[in-house]
């Protein structure tokens, strides 16, 4: 699965959010459910979703240039936004179609067919999700995160539009089926909002996960030879790209020359075992500092302000 790059998978998503569309529509046409029709609309946002989570995923694996000296990764933040933006316009539309149609009742058509493409789009949905998902993992991606999240909310949104409008055809109460509209809006209002915090989280330079964090620590100890300490290490992600920056402590004793090249393997490694870009800051090691053999990586003691 993860032989599949970024781009492709947004396609895949390109093509399922199409055929969706007329699907959900379909259904909307065969049995004038509201609720349908909003279920039609949010696949409308996938749409435009994927649309510029495969744009932001382009420009955000541009190199880095001398405008940008770090790389366009917080490109793919920009996508999480505008999807998150799409939801909140699409639920605002869903409210106000819903709030008529309970003013103003309408009776449910045949759900047969109509069911049986929703239910087909909603598979579709499941499916692309996952893909979606294991890619975005694989390759560090928010916008394809974002877009199987999306995709996965609008499964269970088909779910409770099938039920709500199920339960309307079958008991004659048409005004199930704009109360169940209305709280199809509601829900993917919220994922609008995660979506959205994510997105501010991730331009506000938010640290790496624990278990990241904590994978660099044992990468350092692991490599770096005895004697060497290090101080805070700080870390970033930038998309799909992670910093890090740590203070190296070595032996007074060496020379530029020797520091230098131990700090260049150690960035080495850390990209390669963890795909974090590594920056060291070199310090001197106080002189009557005790350094045991093979002692393993640890933090400078805190010598207070």
Same mark, same amino acid.
């Given at each position: 699965?993860?032989?599949?790059?970024?781009?492709?998978?947004?396609?895949?998503?390109?093509?399922?959010?199409?055929?969706?569309?007329?699907?959900?529509?379909?259904?909307?046409?065969?049995? *004038?459910?509201?609720? /349908?029709? @909003?279920? #039609?609309? +949010?696949?409308?946002?996938?749409?435009?979703? %994927?649309?510029?989570? !495969?744009?932001?995923?382009?420009?955000?694996?541009?190199?880095?240039?001398?405008?940008?000296?770090?790389?366009? *990764?917080?490109?793919? /933040?920009? @996508?999480? #936004?505008? +999807?998150?933006?799409?939801?909140?316009?699409? %639920?605002?539309?869903? !409210?106000?179609?819903?709030?008529?149609?309970?003013?103003?009742?309408?009776?449910?058509?045949?759900?047969?067919? *109509?069911?049986?493409?929703?239910?087909?789009?909603?598979?579709?949905?499941?499916?692309?999700?996952?893909?979606?998902?294991?890619?975005?993992?694989a390759h560090r991606s928010l916008a394809l995160e974002a877009d199987a999240r999306h995709l996965m909310a609008d499964v269970w949104t088909t779910a409770g539009v099938v039920c709500g409008v199920g339960l309307a055809g079958a008991t004659g109460w048409s005004w199930l089926d704009?109360?169940?509209?209305?709280?199809?809006?509601?829900?993917?209002l919220r994922e609008g909002w995660e979506l959205m915090r994510r997105s501010i989280d991730g331009l506000m330079d938010r640290a790496l996960s624990e278990t990241e964090v904590a994978a660099i620590e044992r990468t350092l100890a692991e490599a770096s030879p005895p004697g060497c300490?290090?101080?805070?290490?700080?870390?970033?992600?930038?998309?799909?790209?992670?910093?890090?920056?740590?203070?190296?402590?070595?032996?007074?004793?060496?020379?530029?020359?020797?520091?230098?090249?131990?700090?260049?393997?150690?960035?080495?490694?850390?990209?390669?075992?963890?795909?974090?870009?590594?920056?060291?800051?070199?310090?001197?090691?106080?002189?009557?500092?005790?350094?045991?053999?093979?002692?393993?990586?640890?933090?400078?003691?805190?010598?207070?302000?």
């Open positions: 699965m993860t032989s599949i790059t970024p781009r492709q998978a947004l396609l895949l998503s390109l093509a399922a959010a199409l055929s969706t569309i007329a699907m959900k529509t379909g259904a909307w046409w065969l049995t *004038g459910s509201i609720g /349908y029709l @909003s279920d #039609a609309l +949010e696949s409308v946002v996938n749409l435009a979703g %994927a649309g510029f989570a !495969l744009w932001m995923v382009s420009y955000a694996q541009r190199p880095a240039d001398e405008d940008h000296q770090y790389g366009h *990764g917080k490109a793919e /933040y920009f @996508s999480a #936004a505008f +999807e998150g933006g799409l939801i909140f316009i699409a %639920a605002l539309i869903i !409210l106000i179609t819903a709030g008529e149609r309970l003013l103003h009742p309408q009776a449910i058509g045949d759900l047969g067919l *109509g069911t049986l493409l929703s239910v087909g789009a909603s598979l579709i949905n499941f499916l692309v999700a996952r893909v979606l998902l294991q890619v975005g993992r704009p109360v169940v509209a209305g709280a199809v809006a509601l829900n993917i300490f290090h101080g805070r290490l700080a870390t970033r992600a930038a998309g799909a790209l992670h910093f890090a920056h740590v203070e190296l402590c070595v032996p007074g004793e060496w020379t530029v020359a020797e520091a230098h090249a131990v700090a260049d393997a150690l960035e080495g490694i850390v990209l390669e075992r963890t795909g974090t870009r590594l920056s060291t800051h070199l310090e001197p090691l106080p002189p009557n500092l005790p350094q045991g053999a093979g002692v393993d990586l640890g933090r400078v003691p805190d010598e207070g302000p």
